[in-house]
Structure formats: structure tokens, C-alpha cells
């Protein structure tokens, strides 16, 4: 009897420490105010002001048209502000932002938490990963950690701090939704955006979010206006990359293979013959006289590791080549009819343009356009004798806030069919000179539009 009396009092102190623990726990996952306490003051309010041409438009014959009574006396110019957030990432005055917020600006005016006030200079920009870092004269600054956000797991939970609508070092918390969403295709950080349920708003973009660690996992760049609990943010790994690149010399050096990378479905891998199983990415397009093709790579040709690293996304497959240093050689291993193979390629330097696509690309207005041709006529099912094919979109340019996407195809500028790169250079020249803005005929699933794209008149 007094036995079993023990084994129950034993029992039951077990189940009051297992209590008292997991009470602990959960009173700990319900509070992020140590996090908050030890990093609000890293994170900054970011101000930044520029001078805008006010009558793009009404300057234009064609709106001239529709709209009668424009104000003559209209101001030409106005200045226009925009808020974002950023954080200290050195001791000595490095703040890492998005390039979105910092982009057109003239001044930037970066605020702290204790309220005082400072000018801030861009050191870089890199609009493939939407990342800016600026500096600040100040020294012995407290400066964020950022951690590893490939230990991420979906159901982590997040926490952002930053300055949505001007309401500074507000806080959030949610958890990793997804992981790797190209939200803007592959064109900005290569798809890798990490996305959360923290709530995120105009004004956060480029504050961190931060794993339960205390340490920066993301910044924040990207809301979808017409969702709820989608926000989306650059991961840090990549991020470490480019800041320090940004850091020593103020712009980003990329490798390069030339080639054009497309996933692979089932139904595509099983028609090459691929073994099941076996992922990749297939290469629609070798450029001549790039790495790719002096290493004997082929259209057609499945790359399925670079490195013993499985490649399946192309995302994955563009960072990669991305982060290598020019004049390093990588061991591709490729399949073609059957049979696999190594190749090693060495990889040059990515034009200063950044558009590693097509030859003869033209790059405008944030656009990259290339000619149509009998091959794109073919997959897009078109069959239009001119026009030129919108192959991306910057997202921080104005192409893109105009509403033009990738995929689109301009068939004509101010009553120009364009057939060439130069018709549609010669059609901005022209529109620089009369100072109105580009007007173009787009097309898209069936149906066409115009759009009109501002000039910067002083080019």
C-alpha cells in the first residue's frame, strides 16, 4: 500500500514538473518582448524624398485628346516622399534596406530609435535582389545578426519589426508560410522569397524579420496588396552575399553561362527520356560564344547537378551561377539522348547590363525586350511579322508600375510597328526631344492596350 502511494506521489510531482516546463514554454512562445527589447533600437525609419516630372501624360497629343481641359498652369515638378525601414548591419553606420525604397531618391533621411535624425549616402544597389545598403556617420552602433535562413522550416515562427504607414519600430509576429516563391518570377532573388503571415505593410519594406533567436532570417520587401497575410521577404543567406559584395565595392559582380534555364515537368523529363526520378533543368537556348556553349553545352541539353548539387529550379540554377566568381570553372552533370556526362564550364563575368538572355536584348523603361522571332512565334502562338517580346520586368521600374508584365509583346510605339530593337530606340529619341512620353501598343492573351511610359527628358 505505502508502495503504491509512493509510485503515485512520484507520478504525480512528474506531471506537476512536465506542467510547470511546458507552462515555461508557452509562456515564452507567447512573448517576444526580450527579442523586441534587444533589437528595436538596430532597426531604423527611413525617409526619402525626390523630384518627379508632374505632366508626363497631359504633355502627350494622344491624352491631349481624350482630356480637354488639362490646367495650363500645372506645376512641370513635384516633390514626392516615401517611407521605409532598414537596419544596422555594422557597429559603424552599414543599413541594409531594399533598393525599392532608396531607388529615386535624392535624399534620404534615416531615423533612429532614440528620434535623432541622419543623412544618409547609398553606397550600393543591387535591383536583381531589390537590396541597397546606405551609410550613416556614426560609430559604435548595436547591429543586427542575421542568421541562417536555410535552417528555416515552414511553421517557424517570424517576427518583423519595422515602420508600416510611418508608425515607427512597429512589431508583428506570424510564422514561415512557404519557402522559395518567385512572386515576381525569377527575375528579383532569383525566386528564393521566404513568406510569412507576419503582418507586413507599406513602410516595412526593407526592416528584418527575425527568427525566435534574435537573429535576422529576412528582409522585408514585398506585400500582395490583394491578399491578406502575404508578405514576403529576401532571405539572409542571400542577403549576406550581396551586402558584403555591395560593402567593398558598391555593386554586384555575377557569373555568367549564357544559356536560358526552363523546369522540368514530368511529362517533359519523361519525353527527353530523363530516368524517373531524376530532376533537372533544361537549356532552351545556348548563346554563342558564351561559357556554356565553349564548354560543348547543347539546346536540349538536362542539367541535373553543378558541384554534386541537384539542380530543379531554375531559380536555384540562376542563383548558383550568379554567386560564382568569374574565372571559376563549376562541374556541370548533364544528360543528352540517354547518356550522362560532366562538363566543366567556366564562368565569365555577367554583362553590366545584367541581361544574360538573349543576344541583342535591348533593356529599357526596366524592360528586356527581344525581337520575336520564328521560335518565340511558335510558343507563343502568334503569328505577328513584327513586335517586340517583353522577356522581363523589373518590379522597382516604371515599365512594371505601368502595368507591363513578362510574356507581354509591344507591337508598336507612337504609331511605329516595330521590327527591331533600334525602331524602338529611335521611337524614345524622339519622344526625349518632344519631351512627351513613349505611347505603346501592347498585346497580351488575345488583346491589345495602350500604355504610356514617362521619359526622363534629360538623358
Request: hydrophobic residues 40%; charged residues 25%.
Amino acid at each position: 500500500m505505502k508502495k503504491l502511494i509512493r509510485r503515485k506521489v512520484v507520478l504525480l510531482a512528474i506531471i506537476l514538473i512536465a506542467v510547470f516546463n511546458f507552462n515555461q514554454l508557452f509562456a515564452h512562445l507567447n512573448s517576444f518582448s526580450s527579442i523586441v527589447k534587444s533589437e528595436r533600437n538596430k532597426v531604423v525609419h527611413i525617409t526619402t524624398s525626390s523630384i518627379v516630372d508632374n505632366r508626363h501624360f497631359f504633355n502627350d497629343p494622344f491624352f491631349e485628346k481624350f482630356f480637354k481641359n488639362i490646367p495650363k498652369n500645372m506645376p512641370k515638378k513635384k516633390r514626392e516622399s516615401a517611407l521605409g525601414s532598414g537596419f544596422f548591419i555594422s557597429h559603424d553606420g552599414y543599413i541594409l534596406t531594399n533598393n525599392h525604397v532608396v531607388a529615386r531618391a535624392d535624399k534620404i533621411e534615416v531615423v533612429l530609435f532614440n528620434d535623432k535624425k541622419y543623412n544618409a549616402k547609398v553606397v550600393g544597389n543591387d535591383k536583381m535582389t531589390d537590396l541597397a545598403l546606405l551609410k550613416i556617420d556614426i560609430e559604435n552602433h548595436d547591429y543586427a545578426e542575421l542568421g541562417d535562413s536555410d535552417e528555416l522550416e515552414v511553421g517557424d515562427w517570424v517576427l518583423a519589426i519595422g515602420n508600416p504607414l510611418g508608425l515607427d519600430h512597429s512589431v508583428t509576429s506570424g510564422i514561415i508560410s512557404a519557402k522559395e516563391r518567385g512572386v515576381f518570377g525569377n527575375s528579383v532573388a532569383y525566386g528564393q522569397f521566404l513568406q510569412t503571415d507576419a503582418a507586413i505593410n507599406p513602410g516595412n519594406s526593407g526592416g528584418p524579420l527575425y527568427n525566435m533567436d534574435g537573429k535576422v532570417v529576412g528582409i522585408n520587401s514585398a506585400i500582395v496588396a490583394s491578399g491578406q497575410g502575404l508578405g514576403f521577404a529576401i532571405p539572409s543567406n542571400l542577403a549576406k552575399k550581396i551586402f558584403k559584395q555591395l560593402m567593398k565595392n558598391g555593386k554586384v559582380v555575377r557569373g555568367y553561362f549564357g544559356v536560358i534555364p526552363q523546369e522540368l515537368d514530368e511529362e517533359l523529363a519523361k519525353s527527353f527520356g530523363l530516368p524517373e526520378g531524376t530532376g533537372g533543368i533544361i537549356l532552351t537556348r545556348v548563346d554563342d560564344d558564351t561559357p556554356a556553349y565553349k564548354a560543348g553545352l547543347k539546346q536540349g541539353d538536362i542539367i541535373v547537378e553543378i558541384e554534386g548539387k541537384k539542380i530543379i529550379k531554375e531559380g536555384q540554377f540562376r542563383q548558383y551561377i550568379a554567386e560564382t566568381m568569374p574565372g571559376e570553372s563549376l562541374s556541370v552533370k548533364v544528360f543528352r539522348q540517354g547518356k550522362f556526362f560532366q562538363k566543366s564550364v567556366k564562368v565569365s563575368k555577367r554583362p553590366d547590363d545584367e541581361v544574360a538572355s538573349f543576344t541583342g536584348v535591348s533593356q529599357d523603361f526596366g524592360m528586356q525586350l527581344v525581337k520575336l522571332n520564328n521560335d518565340l512565334r511558335s510558343q507563343l502562338d502568334v503569328n505577328f511579322e513584327y513586335g517586340l517580346y517583353v522577356y522581363d520586368v523589373d518590379p522597382t521600374e516604371i515599365a512594371w508600375e505601368k502595368g507591363i508584365r513578362k510574356g507581354d509583346i509591344i507591337l508598336e510605339a507612337r504609331n511605329n510597328k516595330l521590327k527591331s530593337n533600334d525602331d524602338f530606340q529611335e521611337v524614345v529619341k524622339e519622344c526625349r526631344k518632344l519631351k512627351i512620353p513613349v505611347n505603346l501598343l501592347v498585346y497580351r492573351n488575345g488583346n491589345v492596350n495602350f500604355v504610356a511610359l514617362p521619359i526622363d527628358y534629360n538623358r
